[in-house]
């Protein structure tokens, strides 16, 4: 009887280097117990730890369809002590059956892609539900969310957070291990402990005292880790190979279906949150926040800049002079406004005062990430097709950076999540532009920008 201690909870590599040895040698999975470095484990009569197996004499080998070692891969993030166990059994019947992994009534074939399957979930999951709170201002601003993951996803997933948000620093604080991206490089640190798991709104309070920049080791994950870290991006198509050998039971959610999908959160709580919403410091001057309105069945989403006076004091978006415009130019194109979900990129009003006047100002790139995180919860509860940016503020909310107007308006862009972009300007731009003759210019090039709205409205209509 062997027992294997294997590095981690997530070594793959170790696994595979102990069971492909253990097979070579026709050592049975009954006779093989798999263990994790740190766990307690009792060695009963005739167990031995670290076998030590003679050389192989001969140039026998096997090998296994590669669909069971992407496979394998995801199922052994999968949190349950059977998995090492199970993994080894489906290695060894394939160097008899080959084509085992095409039986889905096969108990361990069913269950390690029922395996697979949780986790993807939950990977998905962790992609929905983590929400950043900003911890410090200006050129010292973190972000750091809280997450409890069902399986071992984090070195899995934390490469979709690097591109999600690749301009901002940030920590994702889990009981397994903490995630850290610095704008450069993934890295890990322990877990924090279940009993120490920050209540709401002590997410601050908790990474100051684990991680502020003085005790923060910012240490390479582990080998075995890493290379875990560096398979992550096979997660499509590995699923994608995994449903033509399983019958379709593995079936991939994609980061963003353009069906939709019971929202996480509903519009009048987002409405609700966002009313006390003190992630960065313009709260203080402005008269209110000012939330997005529409039919939460939006099809298309309209984000602008910020609010301005007007629509400070009425607590409406776009209700002033640029609102007028845009109401025009919707109807000159023939978008249904009715139909339409309109929203801003900041949702308080940033201005100096002259006077009785306030002037508007264009909101930095620490207020668009604060403000962030509510056009991301008003997505995911509208599940839009279509989101429409208007102006450069807004373009860098939309695509999580600085994107220029002038190259990328007046076309289709497809968004990491599946759907698609349309970059335009702002109809205040329209309403600054002191010449006669290039306001009726631009202001016809905005009309032809919002009739790509308009098909996609109508097309959606017909479908319907």
Same mark, same amino acid.
């Given at each position: 009887?062997?027992?294997?201690?294997?590095?981690?909870?997530?070594?793959? =590599?170790?696994?595979?280097?102990?069971?492909?040895?253990?097979? @070579?040698?026709?050592?049975?999975?009954? #006779?093989?117990e798999?263990?994790v470095?740190?766990?307690?484990?009792?060695?009963?009569? %005739?167990?031995?730890?670290?076998?030590?197996?003679?050389?192989?004499?001969?140039?026998?080998?096997?090998?296994?369809?590669?669909?069971?070692?992407?496979?394998?891969?995801?199922?052994?993030?999968?949190?349950?002590?059977?998995?090492?166990?199970?993994?080894?059994? @489906?290695?060894?019947?394939?160097?008899?059956?080959? #084509?085992? @992994?095409?039986?889905?009534?096969?108990?361990?074939?069913? &269950?390690?892609?029922?395996?697979?399957?949780?986790?993807?979930?939950?990977a998905?999951?962790?992609?929905?539900?983590?929400?950043?709170?900003?911890?410090?201002?200006?050129?010292?601003?973190?972000?750091?969310?809280?997450?409890?993951?069902?399986?071992? !996803?984090?070195?899995?997933?934390?490469?979709?957070? /690097?591109?999600?948000?690749?301009?901002?620093?940030?920590?994702?604080?889990?009981? #397994?291990?903490?995630?850290?991206?610095?704008?450069?490089?993934?890295?890990?640190? +322990?877990?924090?402990?279940?009993?120490?798991?920050?209540?709401?709104?002590?997410?601050?309070?908790?990474?100051?005292?684990?991680? &502020?920049?003085?005790?923060?080791?910012?240490?390479?994950? +582990?080998?075995?880790r890493?290379?875990?870290?560096?398979?992550?991006?096979?997660?499509?198509?590995?699923? /994608? =190979?995994?449903?033509?050998?399983?019958?379709?039971? !593995?079936?991939?959610?994609? $980061?963003? +279906?353009?069906?939709?999908? +019971?929202?996480?959160?509903?519009?009048?709580?987002?409405?609700?949150?966002?009313?006390?919403?003190?992630?960065?410091?313009?709260?203080?001057?402005?008269?209110?926040?000012?939330?997005?309105?529409?039919?939460?069945?939006?099809?298309?989403?309209?984000? %602008? $800049?910020?609010?301005?006076?007007? $629509?400070?004091l009425? %607590?409406?978006?776009?209700? %002033?002079?640029?609102?007028?415009m845009?109401?025009?130019?919707?109807? $000159? /194109?023939?978008?249904?406004?009715?139909?339409?979900?309109?929203?801003?990129?900041?949702?308080?009003?940033?201005?100096?005062?002259?006077?009785?006047?306030? @002037?508007?100002?264009?909101?930095?790139?620490?207020?668009?990430?604060?403000?962030?995180?509510?056009y991301?919860?008003?997505?995911?509860?509208? &599940?839009?097709?279509l !989101?429409? *940016?208007?102006?450069a503020?807004?373009?860098?909310?939309?695509?999580?950076?600085?994107?220029?107007?002038?190259?990328?308006?007046?076309?289709?862009?497809?968004?990491?999540?599946?759907?698609?972009?349309?970059?335009?300007?702002?109809?205040?731009?329209?309403?600054?532009?002191?010449?006669?003759?290039?306001?009726?210019?631009?202001? &016809?090039?905005?009309?032809?920008?919002?009739?790509?709205?308009?098909?996609?409205?109508?097309? *959606?209509?017909?479908? *319907?």
């Open positions: 009887m062997y027992l294997i201690t294997l590095d981690s909870q997530t070594d793959f =590599d170790g696994w595979r280097k102990a069971a492909r040895a253990f097979a @070579l040698h026709h050592v049975a999975p009954a #006779d093989v798999w263990h470095q740190g766990q307690t484990k009792d060695l009963g009569p %005739g167990l031995s730890e670290a076998p030590s197996l003679p050389p192989i004499e001969t140039e026998s080998t096997f090998t296994v369809p590669a669909n069971f070692i992407e496979l394998a891969r995801i199922a052994i993030l999968y949190r349950g002590d059977e998995r090492f166990a199970l993994l080894y059994r @489906l290695l060894w019947r394939l160097k008899a059956d080959h #084509d085992l @992994l095409a039986t889905m009534s096969d108990p361990d074939v069913a &269950q390690a892609t029922t395996m697979a399957g949780a986790v993807q979930r939950d998905q999951r962790m992609r929905d539900l983590v929400r950043f709170r900003e911890i410090g201002r200006e050129q010292k601003a973190h972000y750091a969310a809280w997450f409890e993951p069902e399986h071992h !996803i984090v070195a899995f997933a934390a490469p979709f957070f /690097a591109r999600r948000f690749a301009d901002m620093p940030w920590s994702i604080l889990t009981p #397994d291990v903490c995630a850290h991206w610095d704008g450069h490089a993934i890295s890990f640190t +322990p877990g924090i402990s279940r009993t120490e798991r920050p209540a709401p709104g002590r997410l601050e309070e908790t990474w100051r005292r684990h991680f &502020q920049p003085d005790r923060l080791t910012t240490t390479d994950a +582990p080998v075995k890493r290379r875990n870290l560096e398979d992550a991006s096979i997660l499509g198509p590995l699923l /994608a =190979d995994a449903e033509r050998w399983t019958g379709g039971r !593995i079936v991939q959610r994609p $980061e963003t +279906p353009m069906k939709r999908k +019971p929202a996480a959160d509903d519009l009048e709580t987002l409405r609700e949150e966002a009313a006390h919403c003190r992630a960065c410091h313009l709260y203080k001057d402005a008269t209110q926040t000012v939330f997005g309105e529409g039919p939460e069945n939006a099809n298309i989403m309209l984000v %602008g $800049e910020q609010p301005g006076d007007k $629509e400070d009425a %607590g409406h978006p776009f209700v %002033g002079p640029a609102g007028q845009l109401d025009r130019a919707l109807e $000159e /194109a023939g978008v249904d406004r009715k139909k339409v979900y309109v929203t801003n990129a900041v949702k308080h009003f940033k201005f100096v005062p002259r006077g009785k006047i306030r @002037l508007h100002q264009k909101p930095n790139t620490p207020e668009i990430r604060a403000c962030r995180q509510w991301e919860r008003e997505v995911s509860a509208i &599940q839009p097709d !989101i429409v *940016a208007m102006g503020t807004a373009a860098q909310s939309v695509f999580g950076k600085i994107t220029p107007i002038g190259k990328n308006r007046g076309r289709l862009i497809d968004l990491p999540d599946g759907r698609k972009a349309l970059v335009t300007v702002h109809p205040s731009y329209l309403l600054r532009l002191p010449d006669p003759e290039a306001k009726v210019l631009e202001y &016809q090039r905005f009309v032809e920008d919002l009739k790509i709205a308009a098909g996609l409205q109508k097309k *959606a209509a017909r479908a *319907a």
